[in-house]
Each structure stands twice: as structure tokens, then as C-alpha cells.
């Protein structure tokens, strides 16, 4: 290793997140993160929804230093050191011969990292962002301890549980600190290691729709992450997601899940009995592109997670009235056209993920919602409606006065029907996407490339 402690080698990643259809919900073992169920989520577009995560290490660098969205926390957790363990253990001789740097593999636990990672969604009110943190840790730190090439892979998983406070969980930490360390494992072995991080984790190593298998080894080697199919695969479905909070829930998922497992007789006739037959039945909607299979299996595994959470002691509300709300409208459509158009599942916290069986309903979809929760009158539509605002163009709206004109739904036969307005922070249309990839564009890095530093 070269003796100057002038010189940094950095890695960028970008991480998508995921929203589980098979709900994750309870641990065997808090250490290891090993769930009670198996669970099966789908990636979201990173193009909407994602973490980015630049990972650096630097013999100048005197301890392991976290930036989240400008802010430095805090890396005493007992998960994030884990995680950084495991990466180190599998740490690879790395050589960067413009630079003239080399690190070889008993470098690595001598050397400490800076980690920035920047979320472009609410990361606090349950949209499972830690899941994208860990991988894209996962990702970079691999590239620095097994080739510069291949950075961001690792740092994911860690990053994945810091965020776990917050909505939208991504994995591009692990999945930088992976890459930047030169890890020679697959993604499917990686997602054991961003497990350990953030459970949600490991699913968004993958793009279209993963698998977490919740495995049998006390050791937990079995219990990884699995691509069911790829994002090409159900091209047609279009995903709207009403942010109802962007505010840090209550009750955190660790905690939650600790409580569940403790109290709720239900949660374990859901894990025993009811989703080993669901994720059979899942995986053949999904293989198959059977929207009704699809959807009735999401709904009434959203449903029975919140139940489990009522089931718990002392109660757990994550969901609100505009939640409630949200699953009645849908509910009410669906049931007026005979088959359903719409799934809805909600992590833990209020706010609606919506999946959409083609980009008409989708469009009908968005008309519906902007009747019902139109925007405040100070609010610009573009602010209101994020991510793929084509879906706009298609619904006919093309500013305020076009959502002043919605029509009240056909099944809703109480008229006038009330509106809410204000009850939601803003849309996100989207769509399944892509896994987690290294950012070759230097001028994308969030750390200064001299010093290590955010910039």
C-alpha cells in the first residue's frame, strides 16, 4: 500500500428500493437478521426512487465517517459495524495503476472509510430506504476492497438499517462499499452480507421481482435474496405512490418487529400457515402476469401485516385516516369493474403504494386520486406530481384547473363526495426497474475527490 496519506480511492453506486408484496415482517434471529417468512417485493425504477452512495477509503482517514443527505451520522450501531466486518473479511487486493495505489488484502482492516449517501424520497416515514442504503454500501465497498471497478456493491446492507427509520429503504451503500472492496461474490451471496444491515436489503440487489429466502441454517447461509424475474418481464404495470408522511413513524420496524414476534399469536399462524401457500400462489401470478392473482395476494397480505400489527401488544398503528381512505376508494373501483384494476399495499407507514395493472388504468387511476386529494391552491402540480409525469399527460391534466375539473368516479354514489385536500405531501409514478450500478461519472461522486470529504 502506497505510504502516502494524501491519496483517496472512492466508488459511486447507485441503489433502487424495493416494495414487498409478500410482507417481511418478524426475526428468528435480531442478530443475523433472519426472518420468520419468506417475502417477495418489486424493484422500483431507480430513475424515480433511489439512493446514491459514494463510498471512500484513504490511509488519511482516521475513523468511519457517515454523511446522510448532507447530515453526518452516527456508525457506533451494532448492524452497521456487522456489516463493515463481513465486507472486510472478504476484501480483495485492489490496484488503481494511474493512481499508483495498492491495497492488499490485509490493508483493509487497517483503513477506514467515509460513506455519503443522498436519498432523492422521503427517508423517513416507511418506504423502505434502508434497503437501498445497505445495498448500495454493499456495492461500493466491494469495488475499494475487490476492484476499483466494482465499488458500490457492499455498503447497501448497512446503510439500509440506518435508514430503516425512514419510508423508502435503499441498498446502494452495501452495494458501493461491495464494489469498492472488490468482493468476488455473487449478488445473491452479497445480499446475505447487506441482510445483516437492513433485511429489506438484500431484496433491491436485484431488479423486477426478488425473492428473500428466509432459509434454515442456524447460520443464516441459506437465507439470501433471489431474482424471481427481471423488469422487462411485467413491463405493463405502472406504480403510483401516494407519500400521505414524510415524517419519521412512531414506532420504528425493528422495534415493531421485536413486539410482534413477542405477542402476536397471529403473526405466527401468518408465518407458519398462511405465507409459505401465499408465496407459491405469488410466484405464479407473477410468472404467469396474472394481474388478479396479483393483486387480491398483495391486498390481503398488506391487510393481514396490519392486522399483526393490531394484533400486537401494546397495538401498532402505522397506518391513517387517508391510508383507510385510500384503500376504500380502490377497493370500491375495483369492485365496480368486476376484476380488479389495482393493488395497494402499504409498509410500515401510511403512505399508499399503488400498482396498476397497464398505463390506462394507471392514467384513470391518477384522476382519481387528484379528485380526491387534489393539491392545496398554493401548490404547483409539477411539485405535486413526481417521478413519471407522463402519466399526467395521459390522465388529460395539464395544470390546476384541469384537476378542478375532475368528475366525481362513477362508484362513488354518495354525492357530492368529499375531498381531502392537503392530505397528501405529493404522487410519485413510477414503475419496476433496474438493480444497483456503479457510477463510472467522477463529477457524480458525493465526497471531494481530494480530501474525502462531502462536497
Same mark, same amino acid.
Given at each position: 500500500?502506497?505510504?502516502? +496519506?494524501?491519496?483517496?480511492?472512492?466508488?459511486?453506486?447507485?441503489?433502487?428500493?424495493? !416494495?414487498?408484496? @409478500?410482507?417481511?415482517?418478524?426475526?428468528?434471529?435480531?442478530?443475523?437478521?433472519?426472518?420468520?417468512?419468506?417475502?417477495?417485493?418489486?424493484?422500483?425504477?431507480?430513475?424515480?426512487?433511489?439512493?446514491?452512495?459514494?463510498?471512500?477509503?484513504?490511509?488519511?482517514?482516521?475513523?468511519?465517517?457517515?454523511?446522510?443527505?448532507?447530515?453526518?451520522?452516527?456508525?457506533?450501531?451494532?448492524?452497521?459495524?456487522?456489516?463493515?466486518?463481513?465486507?472486510?473479511?472478504?476484501?480483495?487486493?485492489?490496484?488503481?495503476?494511474?493512481?499508483?495505489?495498492? &491495497?492488499?488484502?490485509?490493508?483493509?482492516?487497517?483503513? *477506514?472509510?467515509?460513506?455519503?449517501?443522498?436519498?432523492?424520497?422521503?427517508?423517513?416515514?416507511?418506504?423502505?430506504?434502508?434497503?437501498?442504503?445497505?445495498?448500495?454500501?454493499?456495492?461500493?465497498?466491494?469495488?475499494?476492497?475487490?476492484?476499483?471497478?466494482?465499488? !458500490?456493491?457492499?455498503?447497501?446492507? $448497512?446503510?439500509?438499517?440506518?435508514?430503516?427509520?425512514? =419510508?423508502?429503504?435503499?441498498?446502494?451503500?452495501?452495494?458501493?462499499?461491495? +464494489?469498492?472492496?472488490?468482493?468476488? %461474490?455473487?449478488?445473491?451471496?452479497?445480499?446475505?452480507?447487506?441482510?445483516?444491515?437492513?433485511?429489506?436489503?438484500?431484496?433491491?440487489?436485484?431488479?423486477?421481482?426478488?425473492?428473500?429466502?428466509?432459509?434454515?441454517?442456524?447460520?443464516?447461509?441459506?437465507?439470501?435474496?433471489?431474482?424471481?424475474?427481471?423488469?422487462?418481464? =411485467? /413491463?405493463?404495470?405502472?406504480?403510483?405512490?401516494?407519500?400521505?408522511?414524510?415524517?419519521?413513524? %412512531?414506532?420504528?420496524?425493528?422495534?415493531?418487529?421485536?413486539?410482534?414476534?413477542?405477542?402476536?399469536?397471529?403473526?405466527? *399462524?401468518?408465518?407458519?400457515?398462511?405465507?409459505?401457500?401465499?408465496?407459491?400462489?405469488?410466484?405464479?401470478? @407473477?410468472?404467469?402476469?396474472?394481474?388478479?392473482?396479483?393483486?387480491?395476494?398483495?391486498?390481503?397480505?398488506?391487510?393481514?401485516?396490519?392486522?399483526? $400489527?393490531?394484533?400486537?401488544?401494546?397495538? @401498532?398503528?402505522?397506518? /391513517?385516516?387517508?391510508?383507510?381512505?385510500?384503500?376504500?376508494?380502490? %377497493?370500491?373501483?375495483?369492485?365496480? %369493474?368486476?376484476?380488479?384494476?389495482?393493488?395497494?399495499?402499504?409498509?410500515?407507514?401510511?403512505?399508499?403504494?399503488?400498482?396498476?395493472?397497464?398505463?390506462?388504468?394507471?392514467?384513470?387511476?391518477?384522476?382519481?386520486?387528484?379528485?380526491?386529494?387534489?393539491?392545496?391552491?398554493?401548490?404547483?402540480?409539477?411539485?405535486?406530481?413526481?417521478?413519471?409525469?407522463?402519466?399526467?399527460?395521459?390522465?388529460? &391534466?395539464?395544470?390546476?384547473?384541469?384537476?378542478?375539473?375532475?368528475? $366525481?368516479?362513477?362508484?362513488?354514489?354518495?354525492?357530492?363526495?368529499?375531498?381531502?385536500?392537503?392530505? &397528501?405531501?405529493?404522487?410519485?409514478?413510477?414503475? #419496476?426497474?433496474?438493480? #444497483?450500478?456503479?457510477?463510472?461519472?467522477?463529477? +457524480?461522486?458525493?465526497?471531494?475527490?481530494?480530501?474525502?470529504?462531502?462536497?
Amino acid at each position: 500500500m502506497v505510504d502516502s +496519506k494524501k491519496w483517496v480511492l472512492m466508488a459511486t453506486a447507485q441503489t433502487p428500493t424495493n !416494495i414487498a408484496v @409478500i410482507k417481511y415482517w418478524g426475526k428468528r434471529d435480531e442478530t443475523l437478521i433472519l426472518p420468520v417468512n419468506d417475502s417477495i417485493s418489486v424493484t422500483l425504477d431507480p430513475s424515480h426512487l433511489c439512493t446514491t452512495t459514494t463510498v471512500a477509503v484513504s490511509p488519511g482517514f482516521e475513523q468511519d465517517r457517515m454523511w446522510l443527505n448532507g447530515k453526518e451520522i452516527s456508525l457506533s450501531g451494532g448492524r452497521f459495524q456487522s456489516c463493515l466486518r463481513e465486507i472486510r473479511s472478504r476484501a480483495c487486493d485492489v490496484e488503481d495503476k494511474e493512481k499508483g495505489i495498492k &491495497i492488499e488484502e490485509k490493508d483493509w482492516e487497517k483503513l *477506514h472509510v467515509h460513506i455519503a449517501s443522498y436519498n432523492n424520497f422521503p427517508t423517513a416515514a416507511g418506504l423502505a430506504s434502508s434497503a437501498a442504503g445497505f445495498a448500495c454500501l454493499g456495492n461500493v465497498q466491494v469495488y475499494l476492497f475487490f476492484s476499483l471497478s466494482f465499488i !458500490i456493491f457492499v455498503f447497501w446492507g $448497512c446503510y439500509a438499517y440506518i435508514l430503516k427509520v425512514h =419510508w423508502w429503504k435503499i441498498d446502494d451503500d452495501f452495494f458501493s462499499l461491495a +464494489k469498492l472492496m472488490n468482493l468476488k %461474490e455473487n449478488p445473491s451471496q452479497l445480499s446475505a452480507i447487506a441482510r445483516q444491515g437492513s433485511g429489506s436489503a438484500c431484496r433491491s440487489l436485484f431488479g423486477g421481482f426478488v425473492k428473500w429466502i428466509m432459509g434454515k441454517d442456524e447460520n443464516g447461509s441459506d437465507s439470501l435474496a433471489v431474482q424471481l424475474v427481471e423488469e422487462e418481464h =411485467w /413491463n405493463e404495470l405502472v406504480i403510483i405512490i401516494a407519500v400521505v408522511s414524510a415524517r419519521q413513524k %412512531e414506532t420504528s420496524s425493528t422495534s415493531g418487529m421485536r413486539e410482534s414476534v413477542e405477542t402476536s399469536l397471529l403473526l405466527q *399462524h401468518r408465518a407458519k400457515e398462511i405465507v409459505p401457500k401465499r408465496i407459491v400462489k405469488m410466484e405464479e401470478a @407473477i410468472k404467469n402476469r396474472d394481474f388478479s392473482s396479483f393483486a387480491q395476494l398483495t391486498c390481503a397480505d398488506s391487510n393481514q401485516f396490519h392486522a399483526v $400489527c393490531l394484533d400486537t401488544s401494546p397495538p @401498532i398503528f402505522y397506518m /391513517n385516516d387517508t391510508s383507510h381512505r385510500i384503500i376504500s376508494y380502490v %377497493e370500491k373501483w375495483n369492485c365496480s %369493474e368486476g376484476s380488479p384494476q389495482v393493488a395497494y399495499t402499504f409498509d410500515a407507514g401510511p403512505n399508499a403504494v399503488l400498482i396498476a395493472r397497464d398505463r390506462q388504468v394507471a392514467a384513470q387511476l391518477l384522476r382519481r386520486l387528484l379528485f380526491f386529494f387534489p393539491p392545496n391552491s398554493d401548490t404547483d402540480l409539477n411539485s405535486y406530481v413526481l417521478g413519471d409525469k407522463s402519466i399526467l399527460h395521459d390522465a388529460g &391534466i395539464g395544470g390546476s384547473k384541469d384537476v378542478e375539473a375532475l368528475q $366525481c368516479p362513477p362508484e362513488i354514489t354518495n354525492v357530492p363526495a368529499q375531498k381531502y385536500t392537503g392530505e &397528501i405531501n405529493n404522487f410519485i409514478c413510477t414503475k #419496476p426497474g433496474r438493480g #444497483p450500478v456503479l457510477l463510472s461519472d467522477e463529477s +457524480k461522486a458525493l465526497l471531494n475527490l481530494e480530501t474525502g470529504l462531502p462536497k
